[in-house]
């Protein structure tokens, strides 16, 4: 709930400091917030595959906000892919393989069906 109010009514004040533009800071405050999101669900279903799905998409959210903070939020960030621009690599690409390697690991580690 905190994190709910903060992001939605903090932006507007962060705005009039004179932090950042609505929408940069909007951006950063999102990613954040489904990052958070995105860990909750992970620990209630914590032990199954789809745990680690909701692990990969925390990252995700969290690069998200952490790419959009790598550029000054007073003005646009370059176009293209944010985090590519923010890191000169592939890196959210390599992350997907990454979270798919790991759910085909915990699938085959915890297979439950009967062995022979």
């Known amino acids: 709930m905190l994190l ?3 992001v939605h009514f903090g932006v507007p004040l962060l705005v009039d400091l004179g ?3 609505a929408a940069a800071l909007a951006y950063v405050a999102y990613g954040f917030e ?3 999101a995105w ?16 692990v990969w998409l925390a990252v995700e959210s ?6 959009r903070l790598a550029f000054p939020l007073t003005a646009p960030p370059p176009g293209g892919n944010l985090c590519s621009a923010a890191t ?4 959210t690409a390599w992350l997907g393989i990454a979270a798919a390697a790991l759910v085909a690991l915990y699938v085959w580690r915890h297979d ?3 062995h022979q």
């Open 4 to 6: 709910g109010a903060a």
């Open 19 to 21: 932090v950042g533009t």
């Open 34 to 36: 489904a990052c958070a």
């Open 39 to 54: 860990l909750i669900v992970a620990l209630a279903f914590w032990g199954k595959p789809l745990s680690v799905v909701a």
């Open 62 to 67: 969290a690069l998200r906000a952490g790419c």
């Open 88 to 91: 000169g690599t592939t890196l």
């Open 112 to 114: 439950a069906r009967p």
